[in-house]
């Protein structure tokens, strides 16, 4: 495999090929599992800059793990139990035009919900459900972004949608 | 296929068309896609790789400036070591220089006791932490009394020459064009260029423009300026012009005047008018003070 035959990532082009195929994985991890509040595009970005000052200790396939982790970390240095917050990505919605005002409210409070649904998540079950619905990763592909079994990930998602509904229901 | 089995099948996108069809049967269908559609909405914003990449390899160029963080502290540390001891080095090694002005005598100490008098706009530099039982090295520009203690080779060094001793007492005057030293006690060696002269108590040696001038022996203890007085044996006038000028800070203008008559006699450092009669008697000159400037006419 070309990947083993480099011991190292010391090298502009390899560390470059690493950025385009983790930093969006990463962004989008650190984002639903931490919100936007802490700057989930810093963090990612500071988590390669030490990867390239570790490059000599970090083998490529070990990169992945590294970057995950150190995100990880960053983001858990600065907050302090801060409740998450995702945004509303609004634009997505905006083309039902010709609704009834009183379906708009509906949906108005169906969203807040929702939001306040999620952000009740454990983090596991958020970051799995998200990746899983929004970005639309299949099981395995999550899996292995998380270092985790398929089946776990299955646990999580699904328990992520049980709460979720149950939670719509009481609120 | 249990409902659970099903869902999840569905969410991993991995649902045969039979199967779909059972999970749109199912009672939880318009809720689940419900949720599962505005949940959407909360994707993450948009990631620009490509700027993020340009981005942290920019700050990978700042960050790599700095790299050895850890390494600041220590340098700072190594500075001020180094500052601190190139100072110390400095200061201990610096040549000790004295130095007089017009009409100034003084006298000091060396390190080993030895005396020096040094008389007007003269300098002499050495070095105290080099002054040790092997080497006594001292720089001379002027004129000088030296009064040698016992012990390694003492040397006077100047533009003119050098002068060695054991132990003694001696006068070294090294002015422009003109090198005397006289011996007045012990053994004096000189060395010009290559080749040395050896003085015994009351020897002197004189070169005025390069040449050797035979000298008298004397029998002072000291030379006379040590006392307040020049005094000179068959000595160009102009050379004794220019030790007034030295001891009274004056300016001598001659005009006419040969300068290269030969003076023998002696002028005092403490009265400018008995000084200049001195001089100008024997000469048959006149002179007229202006200021500080003196004309020397003939009578």
């Known amino acids: 495999m070309s990947k083993n035959l480099h011991k190292d990532i010391c090298d502009k082009s390899r560390f470059e090929a690493l950025f385009k195929q983790h930093a969006k994985n990463l962004h989008d991890f650190l984002y639903y599992k931490f919100g936007d509040r802490l700057n989930p595009e810093d963090k990612a970005q500071e988590a390669f800059i030490k990867l390239w000052q570790n490059c000599e200790k970090v083998t490529p396939s070990k990169a992945k793990s590294f970057l995950f982790t150190i995100a990880n970390n960053l983001m858990l240095n600065e907050v302090a139990h801060q409740k998450v917050v995702l945004k509303h990505q609004k634009t997505i919605t905006s083309h039902h035009t010709n609704l009834s005002p009183e379906f708009l409210m509906e949906e108005d409070q169906y969203r807040q919900k929702l939001e306040k649904a999620i952000s009740n998540l454990t983090e596991a079950q958020r970051v799995a459900f998200l990746m899983n619905r929004v970005e639309g990763k299949r099981f395995k592909e999550i899996a292995s972004l998380l270092d985790i079994s398929t089946k776990a990930v299955e646990k999580r998602i699904y328990g992520a949608l049980k709460k979720l509904r149950q939670d719509i229901e009481e609120l | ?299």
């Not at chain 2, 993020?52 to 700095?66: G, H, Y």
């Not at chain 2, 500052?83 to 090694?93: A, D, E, K, L, Q």
């Not at chain 2, 006690?185 to 004189?206: H, W, Y």
């Not at chain 2, 068959?234 to 300016?251: D, G, H, I, M, T």
């Open chain 2, 1 to 299: 296929m249990n409902k659970e089995e099903l869902i999840l099948k569905w969410l991993d996108n991995n649902l045969s068309p039979e199967e779909l069809e059972a999970f749109k049967a199912l009672e939880e269908y318009e809720s689940i896609t419900k949720l599962s559609n505005y949940t959407k909405e909360f994707k993450a914003p948009e990631f620009n790789t490509e700027a993020a990449l340009q981005s942290t390899l920019s700050k990978l160029e700042s960050k790599s400036v700095s790299k050895n963080k850890w390494f600041a502290p220590l340098l700072k540390v190594a500075a001020i070591l180094a500052i601190c001891f190139s100072t110390y080095y400095y200061t201990t090694t610096l040549d000790t220089t004295i130095a007089t002005q017009y009409a100034e005598k003084t006298q000091i100490n060396l390190p080993d006791h030895s005396k020096v008098n040094i008389n007007a706009l003269s300098k002499i530099t050495y070095n105290k932490n080099q002054w040790d039982a092997n080497k006594r090295n001292i720089n001379l520009e002027g004129e000088a009394f030296f009064k040698v203690e016992k012990g390694s080779t003492f040397n006077v060094i100047t533009d003119a020459g050098i002068v060695s001793v054991v132990g003694t007492q001696f006068n070294v005057k090294q002015r422009q064009n003109y090198f005397e030293v006289t011996c007045f006690e012990g053994i004096v060696s000189v060395t010009l260029k290559d080749q040395t002269t050896v003085l015994k108590a009351g020897d002197s040696f004189l070169i005025i423009d390069g040449n050797q001038i035979e000298r008298l022996k004397t029998n002072s203890q000291q030379p006379d300026w040590i006392n307040s007085v020049s005094s000179f044996i068959s000595v160009p006038l102009k050379e004794v012009l220019a030790e007034f000028e030295r001891q009274y800070n004056v300016k001598i203008e001659v005009n006419t005047i040969t300068t290269s008559t030969l003076f023998s006699g002696k002028f005092t450092h403490n009265d400018i008018n008995i000084a200049l009669q001195s001089i100008t008697q024997p000469l048959q000159l006149q002179y007229k003070k202006v200021n500080k400037t003196i004309i020397l006419t003939r009578e």
